[in-house]
């Protein structure tokens, strides 16, 4: 059975919002930072075991919370997984991993990788991988003069309301015996005001290893995107102290999940993931 599908998906949410809005707004950089890079070639025939992991929370104002968030605190909570496993053939792999936990403007990111990779099984050897990133962003509501820099016309009274805000991207690759299969991914977790919005985006591309000669990739690929929002409104000053409070009432959840698997000879698969959520995106 042989299958050529290119499928791809994009996300955007909370978009393009002033003034009374609703959206991520993201922790700043502590005093010390750290910029660290991990590079993988390998090329070799046999078996490979090869792993990256990381998980990083941040918050801001203070330290991280145990319990309820403070007034105009945020968290965010970040993780980062890929793994490699063959028990023979031969891999040739080049993988880039960069971090830094620096405030982000837009367009830049915390957490960037690369990675391509072309596999060849020898006497019934196979490969199977994982990759995942997640990003957990929640905050409590905070005054928006100290957090958005450079909004003209905007009054006293707004707020930036509470949010809680959680979206991943994740593939699979099982029993793979051939294939050439390429990924990059990026997460932005940290910036100095809210105006700079939280970002997650993957892709993976997965087509014939060109040395085989069978023009198809052959194995199971599956990838999962998904994302879960809940998002209050701002209500003004005098809401803060009455019943009627909407700061750290859900106003507005999202919900999606995507999925894709794809078995045997696979001539073509592309996934794309792209994620803002912020109060300028």
């Not at 994009?10 to 959206?23: H, I």
């Not at 991990?38 to 990381?54: E, L, P, R, S, W």
């Not at 993976?204 to 198809?216: H, K, L, Q, Y």
Request: hydrophobic share 40%; aromatic share 8%.
């Amino acid at each position: 059975m042989r299958f050529s599908i290119v499928p791809i998906v994009a996300f955007v949410a909370l978009v393009a919002m002033t003034g009374l809005a609703a959206a991520d707004r993201l922790p700043n950089q502590t005093p010390e930072n750290q910029v660290f890079s991990i590079d993988t070639v390998i090329d070799a025939t046999g078996a490979v075991d090869d792993k990256t992991t990381m998980s990083w929370v941040i918050a801001g104002p203070g330290s991280i919370p145990t319990g309820i968030l403070g007034a105009g605190q945020t968290v965010a909570d970040v993780t980062y997984r890929d793994s490699i496993l063959t028990n023979g053939g031969k891999l040739a792999e080049n993988k880039n991993f960069d971090f830094s936990s620096k405030n982000q403007a837009s367009g830049l990111y915390n957490i960037e990788q690369q990675k391509v990779l072309t596999y060849a099984s020898t006497e019934g050897a196979h490969l199977v991988g994982e990759e995942e990133y997640t990003l957990s962003v929640a905050g409590n509501y905070a005054n928006g003069d100290d957090n958005i820099r450079c909004v003209f016309s905007q009054s006293d009274s707004d707020i930036l309301p509470a949010f809680c805000n959680i979206v991943s991207a994740k593939s699979s690759l099982v029993n793979v015996n051939s294939a050439q299969i390429s990924t990059k991914g990026q997460i932005r977790a940290v910036a100095e005001t809210a105006d700079v919005p939280a970002g997650l985006n993957y892709q993976i591309a997965v087509t014939p290893d060109a040395n085989s000669g069978s023009g198809f990739a052959e194995g199971t690929v599956k990838t999962v995107f998904a994302g879960s929002i809940m998002e209050a409104r701002d209500g003004g000053d005098d809401n803060y102290n009455s019943n009627s409070a909407t700061w750290n009432k859900t106003s507005a959840t999202n919900s999606w999940k995507d999925t894709t698997e794809v078995t045997g000879g696979i001539k073509t698969l592309q996934k794309a993931f792209a994620y803002e959520s912020g109060f300028r995106v």
